[in-house]
């Protein structure tokens, strides 16, 4: 027998993670973070302790790496050409982008929305990402008001709640509406808040 490449180890190790991170997120938001012990998810996932604390150091850290991974797949679409100013393209891509992740994912974002809406969790939420939060909405703010809008703080918390809404509708009704002009209809609407004002 061939000893592993390194390729290979690598390829076991994103195996193995992927592994303890959905068992541990279905845990986490069926049972409550705090009642899912780590027994718990290593025999839900059919693994020993000691491989799981190889990846991980404690309970916590794979809540954190779950948050993370959420929170990423959300917004690292945002601002890709990187100057800190949105364009309508941009909006646009994020947005097809997000839709995509939850029609295709939707057992993973059923989970997230359960898990980060636990007050305890939603309060670790609030303080791991306050800033990155305030960021994001900075720039959703600033395209707004640059694009006309007379009500800025209004228009983002409209946009904010239709892209949200929509999110949910994706994640509890995914066949209710067509793919595709469901994206469309929302992106739409979006841009048509800001340019009524």
Same mark, same amino acid.
């Given at each position: ?5 390194? $390729?290979?180890? $690598? ?7 992927? /592994? ?6 279905? /845990? =986490?938001? $069926?049972?409550? %973070? ?16 000691? /491989?799981?604390? @190889? ?10 790496? *779950? ?9 690292? @679409? ?11 393209? $941009? +909006?646009?891509? =994020?947005?097809?982008?997000?839709? #995509?992740?939850? #029609? ?16 305890? +969790? ?16 900075? /720039?959703?703010?600033? =395209?707004? #008001? ?22 949910? *509708?994706? +994640?509890?009704?995914?066949?209710? %509406? ?7 209809? *929302? ?11």
């Amino acid at each position: 027998m061939c000893p592993r490449t390194s $390729e290979q180890f $690598e390829t076991i190790r994103q195996e193995k993670t992927k /592994l303890i991170l959905d068992t541990a997120l279905e /845990l =986490f938001a $069926e049972k409550g %973070f705090h009642q899912t012990s780590i027994n718990d998810i290593t025999r839900k996932a059919g693994i020993s302790k000691g /491989l799981l604390y @190889n990846y991980f150091e404690s309970k916590d850290e794979v809540l954190k790496s *779950i948050i993370q991974t959420g929170y990423d797949a959300a917004y690292d @679409n945002l601002d890709l050409s990187g100057d800190h100013k949105l364009a309508s393209e $941009e +909006i646009v891509n =994020f947005l097809h982008i997000t839709f #995509r992740s939850v #029609r295709e994912n939707p057992k993973f974002w059923k989970l997230y929305s359960a898990l980060v809406m636990q007050p305890e +969790i939603l309060e670790i939420v609030k303080m791991e990402y306050s800033q990155k939060a305030l960021e994001i909405q900075k /720039l959703f703010y600033d =395209f707004i #008001r640059e694009s006309g809008s007379i009500a800025p703080e209004n228009d983002l918390i409209a946009i904010s709640s239709l892209i949200k809404g929509a999110h949910l *509708i994706l +994640i509890t009704a995914p066949d209710y %509406f067509q793919e595709g002009k469901f994206e469309e209809t *929302i992106i739409d609407a979006c841009f048509r808040l800001i340019q009524k004002s």
